[in-house]
Each structure stands twice: as C-alpha cells, then as structure tokens.
C-alpha cells in the first residue's frame, strides 16, 4: 500500500528556518516524483514544486521559485520542503503527493494528476 | 504558467445536478483532473482525464470536456458531496496547476 507520511504540525516565529518532511513507502520511492502543494488558510491549492528522488531533478512553480527548497533523500525515501526564513504569510497546510505512473511496452511515463496524499503538516508562523 | 478558473461556489439542492466548470487554454492539450476537498482530509482525485472515474467513486461523479473547457457534473447530489472541488492539470514540462477552486454547498 503507498503511503506518504508527513511530520507533524509547527508553531514558528518570523525569520526562523523550517524543513518538514514526507516519507514514502509502499512503492519504489526513488521511480517516481513527488510534489508539494500548499493551502493557505481560506485559499484554494496551489502547486509548490515536484522532485523526482530517483536524480533529484527539481522544478518549481514561478511563484514559489526562490522562496522555498525541495530535497529528498533516498536513502529514508523522504521528501523535504524547507524555508530559511519564514513569514506570517507561510502559514498554511502543507502537502506532498505523489502523481501515479502507467507503462507501455517497455516505457514508463508520469501521470499528470496527484494519486496519493500526505495527511497533510500544518505550520503557523507568529509572533 | 497558466491559469484554470472556476466559479467560486455552486448551490444546489439533494438529488439535484451540480456542474462545475473549468475553463483554461491549455485544457485544450492537456487532460483535466478534479479533486474533492473536505475540511480536515487531503484531497481526493473524483474524476482523472477529463472523464475517468477512479475506482471507489460512486457513479454519481463524471467529466466531459469541450475546447478550453471541462465539467465536473454531480449527479443526485448528497449532502456528503458538499465540499471544495478543483480542477487541475498538467504540461508535458512537468508543471502542474490548481484550479481556482469552488465550494459546493448543498441546500
């Protein structure tokens, strides 16, 4: 069974460093991306970034280009996003998600939808 | 990027028809997907190229798509189904994006 396991929730101040984490499992964690969508409280989802563990092949939303870095490490099939400084306006939830994957003949390609969630971290940045 | 709307919110009444719009000029190449959010839980994916039903989603739930445009259509909406629906989609560059969502109030 594929799961993703994220850490859990946060209370930071201002200007501090965060890294949260989402662990897969269940599958070949270094075969496929996984992504990083935030929900703003009251706001709709938006598409962070997406890694893929297998190269550490990395890209980002514009919006989100230069704010936040994605990292995975493959040998605890584990997903990071983290900020170096954060700000009130980085209080959302945070999920990743994995896209699902189909295969013809010898070629594998990515699908273009999220098929698995993390539970989803919440961080509130306050002073 | 590229942007995909969707009317803020839908009312509707149980065993009524519910349809959402997205609207987008990339949904002319690329396929849509819709995901069902309720407070509290991740997403679930309802409808994935424009018009397939992941197993497990009641039949009440289906897609179409013409030009620009895709439609999630709730059939005989419960009171179960009241949440927030997005549309998303997705280039061949590897770049995802949401829709603007669109909160599904039942009567």
């Known amino acids: 069974e594929v799961q993703l396991v994220q850490s859990g929730a946060e209370v930071k101040k201002p200007g501090e460093s965060l890294k949260i984490s989402c662990k897969g499992s269940?599958?070949?964690?270094?075969?496929?991306?996984i992504g990083w969508v935030r929900q703003m409280p009251g706001k709709g989802l938006e598409w962070m970034g997406i890694?893929?563990?297998?190269?550490?092949?990395?890209r980002y939303s514009p919006s989100f280009q230069g704010q936040v870095t994605i990292s995975a490490d493959k040998s605890i099939s584990t997903a990071y996003l983290q900020w170096s400084s954060l700000k009130a306006s980085d209080t959302a939830m945070y999920y990743c998600?994995?896209?699902?994957?189909?295969?013809?003949?010898?070629?594998?390609?990515?699908?273009?939808?999220?098929?698995?969630w993390g539970q989803g971290t919440l961080v509130t940045v306050s002073s | 990027s590229y942007e995909l709307t969707q009317p803020p919110s839908v009312s509707v009444s149980p065993g009524q028809t519910a349809r959402i719009t997205c609207s987008g000029d990339a949904l002319a190449k690329q396929y849509a997907y819709w995901y069902q959010l309720k407070p509290g839980q991740a997403p679930v994916l309802v409808i994935y190229k424009d018009s397939e039903r992941p197993s497990g989603i009641p039949e009440r739930f289906s897609g179409s798509s013409s030009g620009t445009t895709v439609t999630l259509t709730v059939s005989g909406v419960q009171a179960a189904d009241e949440a927030d629906y997005y549309c998303q989609s997705a280039d061949s560059s590897g770049t995802y994006v949401f829709g603007t969502g669109t909160k599904v109030t039942v009567l």
């Open positions: 998600a994995r896209p699902g994957r189909y295969c013809s003949g010898t070629s594998c390609y990515t699908d273009g939808y999220f098929a698995y």
């Open positions: 269940g599958y070949s964690f270094t075969s496929y991306w």
């Open positions: 890694i893929y563990p297998g190269d550490s092949d990395t």
